[in-house]
């Protein structure tokens, strides 16, 4: 996802792991973030990834967090002013110019379904999970 009003950004813990990275090796460990609606979380901390959009790749710093769902990745405004990326929120697409012309990347609805879809799902059955065996008796 990318959000022009995130000023960082955002990795989700997993992801990290599932790319090979250390969480032991993060730098800046432990910063209070804020989110907009008000709530905050704390950072794992800091790690550097290559971000490929079509022909360009850019390293990114990504503040590492756990629990970002329904998305894996938020880049923020610092990805788009170094791409001098232009995001349509209408169009779901960014923008950008390259050596060679005009670059559209357009985002999948479906696919943002789906990825919310699965969050939910999780998070449902998590909370499941941690009801004591009382209440399942009861329920049934």
């Known amino acids: 996802m990318v959000d022009p009003g995130s000023s960082i950004g955002l990795v989700q813990a997993s992801v990290v792991s ?12 432990g910063r209070i973030l804020s989110g907009f609606n008000g709530s905050s979380t704390n950072s794992l901390g800091d ?11 850019l390293n990114v710093q990504f503040s590492v967090v756990t629990d970002l769902s329904p998305f894996n990745v938020i880049l923020g405004r610092t990805w788009l002013h170094y791409m001098k990326a232009i995001p349509s929120t209408y169009h779901q697409m960014v923008s950008f110019l390259t050596k060679d012309g005009q670059i559209d990347l357009y985002g999948s609805q479906l696919a943002a379904r789906q990825c919310y879809q699965i969050a939910r799902e999780a998070g449902t059955s998590q909370e499941d999970a941690s009801l004591p065996e009382s209440n399942h008796a009861r329920d049934q």
């Open 18 to 29: 599932h790319m090979g990275h250390s969480l032991t090796r993060l730098e800046n460990p």
């Open 47 to 57: 790690i550097v990834l290559p971000v490929q959009a079509s022909p360009v790749t």
